[in-house]
């Protein structure tokens, strides 16, 4: 039998990471846990330890892939390309996900674009979720990204409970302010946009932060999440919703609308919004997650990485 491959992933513990196993949990890989970070506290795993030179050269014995995922704005494009030169001296190919062409979390892009240039030309293998991102990928780097879409984020068991009943249109907006989020940008239109639909009334914003079951059950008492988005790539609230039945209705940026079925608006033009709005109202889509084809997809997504894993190592 074949000895299931180590994989150092950047990060391990994510939700997107640890729904890259299947459904059963027998893979033919094994993530290796996020390593202790010196002086932070037990559980974080930022600055990965992965991404240390140092580290790379103590554990290569222990590692057969390392896979980055996030947070790799935490070094410099000139420790990055450190990091790349040590992995090549030591035999450990690098696969890359490019979950980001733009960072959510950063007002300029130098640095994560500056980054990018390092990593995705010396990854073995990169992979992206969506065939726009793929084209984007290409058209900069000239490199043939694989499309595996993102796996499911609501559990499973949860994925397939009802939802409850609600009075007319309940929309909700993503308050959290981040630099691509921007829900300022957005309350006078979507108060007044609700105000005007029969039945329809808007949530107020959550003041704490939530647990992940506090979110489900905050997303599955919405009909509709509103996103305030100025830029991004992917968004892991348009797979939540999609998991809890929740209508997104979101500005037309970066390749969300690849990911699921949503209603797209422009952000800054007066009557977009309130337009999409209309639709949610009028039409209430249904576009919830089959949980069968939502393990099935889980399954899939497993598999092509443990065959892409094993093709870099070969």
């Given at each position: 039998?074949?000895?299931?491959?180590?994989?150092?992933?950047?990060?391990?513990?994510?939700?997107?990471?640890?729904?890259?196993?299947?459904?059963?949990?027998?893979?033919?890989?094994?993530?290796?846990?996020?390593?202790?970070?010196?002086?932070?506290?037990?559980?974080?795993?930022?600055?990965?330890?992965?991404?240390?030179?140092?580290?790379?050269?103590?554990?290569?014995?222990?590692?057969?892939?390392?896979?980055?995922?996030?947070?790799?704005?935490?070094?410099?494009?000139?420790?990055?390309?450190?990091?790349v030169a040590v992995l090549r001296r030591l035999g450990l190919p690098l696969v890359l996900t490019v979950h980001d062409l733009m960072n959510p979390h950063l007002a300029d892009q130098r640095p994560h674009l500056a980054a990018l240039d390092v990593l995705v030309p010396a990854a073995a293998a990169v992979i992206t979720l969506t065939d726009g991102a793929a084209a984007e990928v290409r058209q900069r780097w000239a490199r043939d990204a694989v499309v595996l879409p993102h796996p499911h984020v609501v559990p499973l068991d949860?994925?397939?409970?009802?939802?409850?009943?609600?009075?007319?249109?309940?929309?909700?907006?993503?308050?959290?302010?981040?630099?691509?989020?921007?829900?300022?940008?957005?309350?006078?239109?979507?108060?007044?946009?609700?105000?005007?639909?029969?039945?329809?009334?808007?949530?107020?914003?959550?003041?704490?932060?939530?647990?992940?079951?506090?979110?489900?059950?905050?997303?599955?008492g919405l009909d509709v999440l509103v996103l305030a988005y100025r830029f991004g790539t992917h968004s892991g609230f348009v797979e939540a919703c999609h998991d809890l039945g929740t209508t997104v209705v979101a500005p037309r940026v970066g390749h969300l609308a690849e990911q699921h079925p949503l209603l797209s608006y422009d952000l800054g033009t007066a009557g977009s919004l309130t337009a999409a709005l209309g639709r949610a109202h009028d039409d209430k889509p249904s576009w919830r997650a089959d949980p069968g084809e939502r393990a099935a997809q889980r399954d899939r997504v497993a598999d092509a990485h443990d065959l892409l894993y094993r093709a870099v190592v070969a």
């Open positions: 039998m074949t000895a299931p491959l180590r994989i150092a992933s950047v990060p391990s513990d994510h939700p997107y990471v640890r729904h890259l196993s299947p459904v059963t949990g027998v893979a033919g890989c094994v993530r290796l846990p996020d390593p202790p970070v010196p002086d932070a506290p037990a559980g974080q795993w930022w600055p990965p330890q992965v991404l240390d030179p140092d580290w790379l050269r103590a554990h290569a014995d222990d590692v057969d892939v390392v896979h980055v995922h996030f947070g790799f704005e935490h070094r410099t494009t000139t420790e990055l390309r450190g990091v949860r994925l397939a409970a009802p939802r409850g009943e609600t009075d007319g249109l309940v929309v909700g907006l993503h308050a959290k302010r981040r630099a691509n989020n921007d829900p300022d940008a957005v309350r006078s239109e979507l108060a007044s946009a609700v105000a005007g639909l029969p039945g329809a009334r808007l949530v107020p914003d959550l003041e704490r932060r939530l647990t992940d079951d506090e979110l489900w059950d905050h997303l599955s």
